[in-house]
């Protein structure tokens, strides 16, 4: 069995090949793999052309984010120890590869481990997409140190340190690869955004703990796929955590955060609608509806072995919009 897989998945992202792979290329120690799913543009033409170091694997149709890394990696089962998922538009440092495996070595009884994720558009900022360590609050909405909502931290070396967290970032995070097999990888539903939070939960529900090193940076540009303010991007969010926390907390426990939720959100609606943003606003009410319309096809759980949060907030929702408080250090 080899040691490690370093897997980028790509949709019509030509540029982004152009303009990350180098670095990856240059930095990397293991064997780097494209999934491809069956892009448009000519970003098969160009791995092979001007990366034949790289293998690919050219799926029939786009699968999404969950769907393309299951159908890709499923053709590696038992071939790598480690999988280190890695979006196309994300710069690497030296070292950046051994040092994240390294973590997962020295820590064993962690399952996956992500870097200090960096903004490649301003490098003193972090990143959206995880920045220093992402954790849930007990209605499940997902905070990390440095990035609260839209809220950004400078890096002054404040996250550098090694904790456990409650979730890692698809943009870049290392995983145990029988694990990832056991856990029967991403939730294809889902097709994307929430996927990783989910398939965290599940293994920290059965015992594992996820890891973050500030030790390893990287830098994600972000949004190549979907803008951050992008309608579609606020309904997938809010369907797919209403289906993450469906299939992860009891019935009760479940309508008690829906119920708590739905009124958050619904006044978030109403936001939307005085600042006259109706296509925002129609994507919370699509995120609800979609979340019931697919309801039936997960199976809830009425015994849920519990694994606490370890973040300081408790409602980050009602800290950050109606308490002030900003930054992580602010909670």
């Known amino acids: 069995m080899n040691h490690c897989a370093i897997v980028i998945l790509n949709y019509n992202g030509a540029e982004m090949l152009k303009r990350f792979l180098p670095g990856v290329v240059e ?38 984010y969950a769907g393309g890394y299951n159908q890709g990696l499923a053709q590696l089962k038992g071939d790598y120890q480690y999988y280190i998922l890695l979006n196309s538009d994300v710069e690497v440092t030296s070292r950046w590869d051994q040092d994240l495996v390294q973590f997962l070595e ?6 996956t481990a992500q870097p200090k994720i960096l903004s490649a558009k301003d490098k003193r900022l972090f990143d959206y997409a995880g920045a220093g360590g992402g954790f849930l609050d007990h ?21 550098d340190d090694d904790l456990e967290v409650d979730w890692t970032s698809g943009a870049c995070f290392v995983i145990k690869s029988d694990l990832f097999h056991q856990f029967q990888g991403f939730d294809e539903r889902f097709f994307a955004h929430m996927e990783e939070i989910d398939l965290c939960v599940r293994m920290r529900r059965e ?16 949004g190549a ?12 969010n809010i369907r797919n955590s209403l289906a993450m926390i469906y299939k992860n907390e009891s019935r009760t426990r479940f309508w008690w955060i829906f119920g708590q939720k739905a009124i958050l959100e619904g006044i978030a609606a109403l936001g939307y609608l005085l600042k006259s943003q109706r ?23 009425s015994a849920i072995k519990k694994a606490p949060f370890l973040g300081p907030s408790k409602y980050v929702f009602l800290d950050f ?4 408080k900003k930054k992580f250090s602010d909670l």
């Open 27 to 64: 930095y990397s120690t293991f064997d780097l793999w494209v999934i491809d799913n069956a892009s448009q543009d000519e970003s098969v033409a160009i791995l092979e052309q001007e990366f034949p170091q790289i293998s690919v694997i050219r799926l029939s149709q786009n699968f999404g």
């Open 106 to 111: 020295t820590n064993r009884q962690f399952a």
């Open 139 to 159: 209605l499940f909405y997902p905070y990390c140190r440095g990035r609260i909502w839209n809220e950004i931290e400078i890096d002054q070396g404040q996250y």
């Open 207 to 222: 015992g594992f703990r996820m890891g973050y090193t500030g030790k390893v940076a990287v830098y994600h540009l972000g």
């Open 225 to 236: 796929t979907l803008d951050r303010s992008s309608p579609r991007k606020l309904e997938l």
């Open 279 to 301: 296509d925002s606003a129609h994507a919370v009410w699509k995120g609800y509806t979609g979340f019931f319309k697919m309801r039936n096809e997960f199976l809830q759980r």
């Open 321 to 324: 919009f109606f308490r002030g």
